[in-house]
Nanobody
Framework: QVQLVESGGGLVQVGESLRLSCAVS??????????LGWFRQAPEKDREFVAA????????AFADSVKNRFTISREKTRYTVYLQMNSLLPEDTAVYYC????????????????WGQGTQVTVSS
């Protein structure tokens, strides 16, 4: 069965950094077919795209709100995707979800078939 397990969330101060990890297993097709994405959902808001990376070539996409602050990477040997978050702001507070899909560079929630359970990130001012 497909599993995406996030870790690394926590409580930080404004301007600090966090690195989220997502360990992936059980995907039906070759990992090379997949895009791994990070989304977030704040209370009473819709889930929104943060960043994505293609497992094969490493092409990346970012939401405008996190460009130049967040980076996304994957470590193939560990089947793990990372979201490095720098210069965190209060508006980055949300539950962060890792997701897997097959539509390249998609920023749409509905294009991702598999989801993790989420990890809470809280940025305190």
């Amino acid at each position: 069965q497909v599993q995406l397990v996030e870790s690394g969330g926590g409580l930080v101060q404004v301007g600090e950094s966090l690195r989220l990890s997502c360990a992936v297993s059980g995907l039906r097709f070759s990992f090379e077919s997949y895009v791994l994405g990070w989304f977030r959902q704040a209370p009473e808001k819709d889930r929104e795209f943060v960043a994505a990376i293609s497992w094969s070539g490493g092409s990346r996409a970012f939401a405008d709100s996190v460009k130049n602050r967040f980076t996304i990477s994957r470590e193939k040997t560990r089947y793990t995707v990372y979201l490095q978050m720098n210069s965190l702001l209060p508006e980055d507070t949300a539950v962060y979800y890792c997701a897997a899909g097959t539509r390249r560079s998609s920023k749409l929630v509905n294009d991702y078939n598999y989801w993790g359970q989420g990890t809470q990130v809280t940025v305190s001012s």
